[in-house]
């Protein structure tokens, strides 16, 4: 059965960091590209930031180079490190693992991140 756990989530002032942390089963994570996304209330789910399995990192132009992803072969994990967190940044968050062949699109249930003072 393949998992996504996430964890790292929580309550962080204005200004502050957090590092999300997505375990990811043994069986997809060596070729998955692995992306975090987010979502608030009454928006649609965002990506965050995406690395493939050769290391190739995508951010959406908006993250303004506060996010920081990285994924751990050793340890099937993939990382999100927030700097300078703004309340805007309240959402969930969800680890995602994709493949274009053969194909598979996994998601985790989900983490939430709340930025206030």
């Known amino acids: 059965q393949v998992q996504l756990v996430e964890s790292g989530g929580g309550l962080v002032q204005p200004g502050g960091s957090l590092r999300l942390s997505c375990a990811a089963s043994?069986?997809?994570?060596?070729?998955?590209?692995m992306g975090w996304y987010r979502q608030s209330p009454g928006k649609d789910r965002e990506l965050v930031a995406s690395?493939?399995?050769?290391?190739?990192?995508t951010y959406p132009d908006s993250e303004k180079g506060r996010f920081t992803i990285s994924r751990d072969a050793a340890k099937n994990t993939v990382y999100l490190q927030m700097n300078s967190l703004e309340p805007e940044d309240t959402a969930v968050y969800y680890c995602?693992?994709?493949?274009?062949?053969?194909?598979?699109?996994?998601w985790g249930k989900g983490i939430l991140v709340t930025v206030s003072s």
């Open positions: 043994i069986s997809i994570f060596r070729t998955s590209t």
């Open positions: 690395i493939t399995s050769g290391g190739a990192t």
């Open positions: 995602n693992a994709k493949n274009l062949f053969p194909p598979w699109d996994y």
